[in-house]
């Protein structure tokens, strides 16, 4: 559905995005995560036909980027989407689907169904008095008048309070289950680790890791081992009853077995834990300066 | 462009911005401009204002004084019985008895009451004079009094000023038709006038007179009998008036158009559009749209009110189609002030630098319309000849008209280059701004030529506007390097060539600073070359000048000396002349981008030879040919 070939952003000497390639399947929901200033705005802003790649192209359904069909299929949520705040909610909705050709009759069901989903109310009221939450709603509700197949969404839920965050990323993820297309970028790795299908880790302007979780877990994060044994073994925790001890190795499980029969014990237990994205994602960002690794797919 | 998605953006702007401004703003808006309108309109129409001086001075006079009939015609005086004791009480300023004034002024008040009795007595005279059966009688001395447009070198040109001594028209009551040159510049038929009005109704000056009432009749030296100090020449009221009532309305609306532009620009609010089906185009045109039809319409209103209020004796779609062009050239010029302009703050001091070079480029050379041709660089003259029923030609039409409408569009091309992501919310600072808007045209090294071309309807409005500005010092002589030049045509050569080596050059540095072009010299050189052969040819579009009598004068003259050549030239000298100018413009063009490859401070000082050796140039031509 999405497909960036070697996509590329300068503005005069400075580099925000050096040769991206990705690809996104139609109803797939693709993360791009990042610490500030990786260029994952830049790279959504150019899938959106905002700005025009250097070098590369990017394609959505197989149109470019800037042509008005491709536009006309795609639904854009800047991270800030200051709204004409003269305007009301509904005369702003409006705006847009008829920026879109959506008939009027379509238009007015879609803008009331969405902002009852969104439970907006005061929807007579001018938008410049309305909150950040109510007003995010709102530019939640423009980015989708035009009932597109594809939602480039640049920190959804960025600068809203913890329990509209909540609604923001449930809604986005009944988005998903629509069958939309969703290209995502947050800086709380939670919401992506949460709806996302796939990620990509976007470092310096470059792509520094790739894949869905259990690959960039395999590749980047650690599977830990909580074994538990019915004696006590150096560094073991005692928890219930048992003694635990958390290592990083099957080796490390087999000498903990081992440590525990010469104590005259046995191991009763053993589980694993996976990291969370966020320390795959600190994982990924320590070996960036050490070099760049590719997990699931060469850079076309 | 699509013109529903423009029309959809443009009803969008207006209920947008109607949701923006209370009704009250809305009604005070109103009031003031139709309180102005009203002043203007009383104005127009000769009336006496609101008549504050009425009564002002009070006179003790009788019916039987002689002096009676002068205070009764004048509203200035207040009469009253006379009264020895009011003058005591300074209850009167003056007393009569028979011819004979009873009191001696000795307050300031009293002295004018007395100065003002004398001027009202003299003007009583002609009136009373001018009903007598026996002219010859009442007027043994007649003169003729012509005012006609001003044609050729200023009269008080102290060169000498061959092309003017065909058109004096005030010297006797002999008639000046026999001493009109042809060529002067429709100054022939002045000489039709009657002699006892000496209104000059025959001859381009002659309408306003008619048309004016009292203190119009003043102003414009409409003078119907009197001694000869009492002829002045006529002072162009009613032109600066009308002119006055078009321009104004103009700069209410760009400030609310440059402030919609620019907030789109602050907290990016328009970036959300550029993400819909519609094109720039749309957007920029749907949102510009309603602030060209509503000052079009304004204009339309003013011209129907003056029209059919009576208060001018024509008026028609002419006068609005001539506002179109001043409109645009408004409008662009703040679209790109907005879409430079990093604030609210910045866009004020942008919006008022246009309002003030523009009204002075629309306004200044109206307000003489009917005094020298320079005035048809302004379409507001057309504006100002239709309303007063003179005939608008279609060269003149023409003339005034497509520079700023030319120089509109490219203004806007210029703007709509900043009109995207990149370039739309960037905090950059003006001048830089105006490269990234040159720089957007530049795609390769042809696109040099292209640049040249496309400033070209700037170079000519800024021209014309030197022009307008500078005539006025056309009759100043000033010895440079031996030869007798007018301090005018110096000035005017001067900006000329600073304004035509800036737009040779500009957009070629703008590409160097953006790296456009490859930073050689023999790649300098080459876009120099064809920077200069893209604004040669773009430069024969100055043969609009042609459409005017602009050449008739010599600073007009002297500044398209380069679009022209004289008459009767063998033919490889007229060859040579016409190739002077592209060898010129690609040397000096040329000198310029090598120093733009180099730098800025390289490009600073390269720009000032390409201006010298352009000047050395021109006024060597001038000398040779003016």
């Known amino acids: 559905m999405i497909d960036a070939r070697d996509i590329r952003k300068e503005y005069g000497g400075f580099v925000a995005v050096q040769g991206s390639s ?31 790649p250097t070098s590369g192209t990017a394609e959505i359904a197989g149109l470019d980027t800037e042509t008005a069909e491709m536009r006309q299929q795609l639904g854009f949520l800047p991270e800030e989407s200051p709204l004409y705040e003269e305007m009301t909610p509904i005369s702003y909705l409006k705006f847009f689907a008829d920026l879109y050709d959506v008939p009027p009759d379509v238009a007015e069901e879609r803008m009331h169904d969405t902002l009852d989903e969104l439970e907006l109310e005061h929807r007579d009221r001018k938008l410049g008095d309305m909150s950040k939450g109510m007003k995010r709603k709102v530019a939640i509700a423009r980015s989708l008048i035009n009932d597109p197949d594809v939602l480039i969404y640049d920190e959804p839920a960025s600068g809203l309070d913890p329990l509209t965050t909540n609604y923001v990323i449930e809604f986005t993820e009944q988005l998903a289950k629509e069958g939309k297309t969703i290209v ?27 894949g869905d979780l259990d690959e960039l877990q395999a590749e980047y994060g650690h599977t830990r081992y909580h074994v538990y044994t019915t004696v006590d073994v150096p560094d073991g925790v005692q928890e219930n009853g048992s003694y635990k001890r958390v290592v990083e190795s099957m080796d490390a499980v087999e000498k903990t077995r081992e440590q525990a029969e010469a104590n005259g014990g046995d191991v009763v237990d053993i589980r694993t834990e996976e ?3 966020e320390e795959v994602f600190l994982n990924v960002a320590e070996a960036g300066t050490r070099g760049t690794r590719y997990v699931e797919e060469d850079a076309e | ?16 911005n109607a949701g923006g401004v209370d009704k009250r703003t809305i009604l005070v808006m109103a009031l003031s401009l139709v309180a102005m309108g009203a002043v203007a309109a009383i104005a127009v129409s000769g009336g006496t204002g609101a008549g504050m001086d009425n009564g002002i001075y009070r006179i003790g006079v009788d019916e039987s004084s002689p002096y009676y009939g002068v205070a009764a015609d004048d509203p200035t005086f207040d009469i009253r019985e006379p009264d020895p004791a009011a003058i005591e009480r300074r209850q009167q300023e003056l007393l009569y008895r028979g011819t004979q004034l009873q009191s001696v002024p ?8 007395l100065t003002e009795l004398r001027d009202s007595t ?43 001594d065909g058109s004096g028209s005030s010297d006797g009551g002999s008639g000046t038709s026999d001493s009109s040159d042809s060529s002067a510049g429709g100054s022939g038929d002045g000489s039709d006038t009657d002699t006892a009005g000496g209104s000059g109704d025959g001859g381009t000056a002659g309408g306003s007179g008619a048309n004016l009432g009292a203190i119009g009749a003043r102003l414009t030296g409409d003078v119907q009998g009197g001694t000869p100090s009492d002829i002045s020449p006529p002072f162009p009221f009613e032109s600066l008036v009308l002119a006055f009532l078009y321009i104004v309305p103009m700069n209410f609306v760009i400030q609310a158009y440059g402030s919609s532009m620019l907030s789109e620009r602050l907290n990016r609010r328009g970036e959300l559009l550029l993400v819909t089906p519609a094109s720039r185009g749309d957007i920029i045109g749907g949102k510009t749209l309603p602030y060209l039809a509503g000052a079009v319409g304004v204009a339309a209103l003013i011209t129907a009110a003056l029209r059919f209020g009576n208060i001018a004796p024509a008026g028609s779609y002419v006068a609005v189609l001539a506002v179109v062009p001043l409109v645009v050239l408004f409008l662009s010029a703040t679209f790109c ?13 942008v919006t008022v630098t246009i309002t003030v070079t523009l009204t002075s480029y629309a306004f200044v050379p109206a307000i003489f319309t009917d005094v020298t041709p320079i005035a048809l660089i302004s379409p507001l ?14 060269s003149s039409f023409v003339f005034s008209t497509a520079p700023p409408l030319l120089t509109g569009l490219v203004l806007f091309g210029l703007g709509a280059g900043l009109y995207r992501e990149e370039d739309m919310f960037t905090q950059r600072p003006i001048p830089l701004k105006v490269l990234d808007a040159l720089a957007g045209g530049i795609n390769s090294r042809r696109s040099a030529l292209k640049m040249s071309i496309v400033l070209l309807p700037l170079v000519i409005v800024a021209e014309l506007a030197a022009i307008a500005f500078l005539f006025v010092l056309d009759s100043v002589s000033l010895n440079v390097f031996g030869t007798n030049q007018s301090l005018g045509i110096v000035l005017v050569l001067g900006v000329i060539v600073v304004i035509e080596e800036l737009a040779k050059s500009l957009h070629v540095y703008a590409g160097y600073e953006h790296a456009r072009y490859e930073r050689t010299l023999r790649s300098a050189l080459g876009i120099g070359a064809l920077s200069g052969l893209g604004f040669f040819i773009g430069e024969k579009g100055l043969l609009i000048a042609r459409l005017s009598d602009l050449e008739s004068l010599p600073i007009g003259e002297a500044a398209l000396q380069g679009a022209t050549l004289p008459a009767g030239l063998p033919l490889w000298v007229a060859g040579l002349l016409f190739l002077l100018p592209l060898a010129l413009h690609t040397v000096t063009a040329a000198i310029s981008s090598v120093g733009a490859s180099r730098g800025r401070r390289a490009y600073a000082a390269a720009l000032t030879v390409a201006i010298v050796v352009h000047f050395a140039y021109n006024f060597t031509v001038v000398s040779t040919l003016v």
């Open chain 1, 22 to 52: 990705f690809s996104v399947d139609r109803g797939e929901v693709f993360g791009i995560i990042g610490p500030n200033g990786a260029g994952k705005t830049t790279t959504l802003k150019m899938l959106a036909g905002l700005l025009e």
């Open chain 1, 184 to 210: 995502f970028s947050a800086h709380n790795l939670f919401h992506v680790e949460s709806i996302c299908d796939r990620v990509v880790i976007m470092n310096e302007g470059e792509i520094v890791a790739r």
């Open chain 2, 337 to 349: 002030g907005a879409m430079f302009a990093r604030s609210f703050k910045e866009l004020t001091f």
């Open chain 2, 1 to 16: 462009m699509q013109l529903d998605k423009l029309l959809r953006v443009a009803k969008w702007e207006v209920t947008k």
């Open chain 2, 122 to 164: 003299a003007r009583y005279n002609d009136r009373t004079l001018a009903r007598d059966d026996n002219q010859t009688a009442a007027f043994p001395v007649s003169v003729t009094l012509v005012y006609e447009q001003q044609s050729g070198s200023s009269q008080l040109d102290p060169r000498g000023g061959d092309s003017s």
């Open chain 2, 106 to 113: 000795q307050t300031a008040k009293e002295r004018a009451a």
């Open chain 1, 275 to 277: 990291s969370s994205l």
């Open chain 2, 381 to 394: 003259t057309l504006v100002v000849l239709d309303l007063t029923g003179q005939p608008v030609g279609l």
